[in-house]
């Protein structure tokens, strides 16, 4: 299952420590091939598991600094308030995963203003997705896109923090902060998390946390890929500041379903941690477009492989073929959303055009029964082709403190 890694590790270990700017280089090929040679000199630097950085894509262009102090005003006190549905922007930038062209940016304006006008714009972005490059769009399509204050008001909009290994005080917190906010048109930042666990200095980041709320910089703080102990951990020390920990992004599906098996879910429930489930739809897995004779391309076509050997994958298709039969045939996308909506959670799927957009968001015009969300829980369990959490490289746990920072 090394495909999952999707061999992007090296990305950002060729950035620098405050700006994550690559390198210049002549080429892209220039530039990854001195990406790979910065990998293998990390890789015998030390022994310590590296975050997933996955979601980093190598963008035409630079991925400019803001290291300056920066501190906003908000008189906005309110807790974070989520629509039951937001809109991954990872692909917004990505232009090796996902394969993203600025000739389409038309399309991704488009995607904005017709969550705006649903009164459902909230976006899941980071600075690693295209390096910058997701965080730039939004902002400018909020500032474009917005006649009125109150318009801007309804745009949610959250980000996150690139936990790397260099990164080891709390103001690195505070500066990439500043640097999304910047990216982001200048406005305090509704949701600002912590994108994936370190193997030391976690607790630090928890400091910078509470810090660029201090400031003003984010309007509420939450984490991603945490585990329950380093959830409860992170919860307490926040607590200590008088922040609330908002949320954790998790991943999340009917392929997906280790928070609800490990007591992940339920340890968010009881200390009022709001989950948002990402990749809801399973890398594509769950919307029905593939099946043995039609597999993705790219990283993905190993991990479809395996579940075309698992029968149960297609036993799972199934079931949520019935399901949506049930529903006017709505699509499997739909069926997917849903099951995560039902799991008490908020589902942030991507879109890249108008189709993927009003597909999502349609989904909140129906819901599952208690006996469509049981049949789609029994099909789910019997699968086991898909990923699973020994194969996630995030590390496990805080070689300072023997913290258990991930568990699924």
């Excluded at 990854?32 to 963008?59: G, I, K, M, R």
């Excluded at 801007?152 to 923090?161: D, G, M, Q």
């Excluded at 709505?330 to 909506?341: E, G, K």
């Excluded at 789910?380 to 746990?397: L, M, Y």
């Amino acid at each position: 299952m090394t495909a999952i890694r999707y061999c992007f590790v090296p990305l950002a270990l060729l950035c620098q420590c405050d700006a994550l700017s690559p390198p210049s280089s002549n080429t892209r090929r220039d530039f990854l091939e001195s990406v790979a040679a910065a990998s293998s000199a990390a890789a015998t630097a030390t022994t310590a598991s590296f975050p997933n950085l996955a979601n980093a894509a190598v963008e035409e262009g630079s991925f400019s600094s803001f290291s300056s102090s920066l501190s906003l005003s908000s008189s906005d006190d309110r807790p974070l308030s989520l629509p039951p549905l937001g809109l991954g922007a990872w692909a917004w930038g990505d232009s090796i995963f996902w394969g993203y062209d600025r000739k389409n940016d038309e399309d991704l304006r488009e995607v904005f203003d017709y969550a705006l006008a649903k009164d459902l714009a909230f976006f899941d972005t980071a600075e690693l997705y295209g390096l910058g490059r997701s965080e730039e769009l939004l902002g400018k399509f909020r500032k474009e896109g917005c006649a009125t204050k109150e318009e801007e008001e309804k745009v949610v909009i959250a980000s996150k923090f690139a936990a790397l290994p260099w990164r080891t005080k709390r103001e690195d917190v505070v500066k990439a902060c500043e640097a999304s906010v910047k990216r982001l048109g200048g406005r305090p930042i509704d949701l600002y998390q912590i994108h994936f666990p370190n193997a030391w200095s976690n607790a630090e980041y928890w400091d910078g946390l509470a810090d660029a709320a201090d400031r003003g910089l984010v309007k509420s703080v939450g984490v991603s890929n945490y585990g329950v102990d380093a959830l409860r951990a992170c919860h307490a020390r926040l607590s200590e500041r008088g922040i609330k920990l908002a949320t954790n992004q998790i991943q999340m599906s009917l392929l997906y379903r280790w928070p609800i098996e490990n007591g992940l879910l339920d340890a968010c429930r009881e200390l009022d941690v709001k989950v948002l489930s990402y990749s809801p739809l399973a890398l594509g897995f769950l919307t029905g477009k593939y099946n043995r004779e039609y597999l993705p391309s790219g990283p993905r076509s190993k991990i479809a492989e395996q579940l075309f050997q698992d029968g149960a994958y297609e036993g799972l298709l199934g079931t949520m073929k019935d399901v949506a039969g049930r529903h006017g045939d709505a699509p499997l996308s739909q069926v997917a959303i849903n099951w995560a909506i039902a799991k008490g959670t908020v589902p942030i799927p991507g879109a890249r055009n108008l189709r993927q957009v009003k597909q999502n968001l349609d989904t909140l015009d129906r819901s599952l029964t208690a006996e469509e969300e049981r049949m789609l829980d029994d099909a789910s369990a019997r699968v086991t082709g898909f990923i699973t959490p020994d194969k996630n490289p995030f590390p496990r746990k805080d070689v300072n403190t023997g913290l258990v920072m991930y568990d699924s």
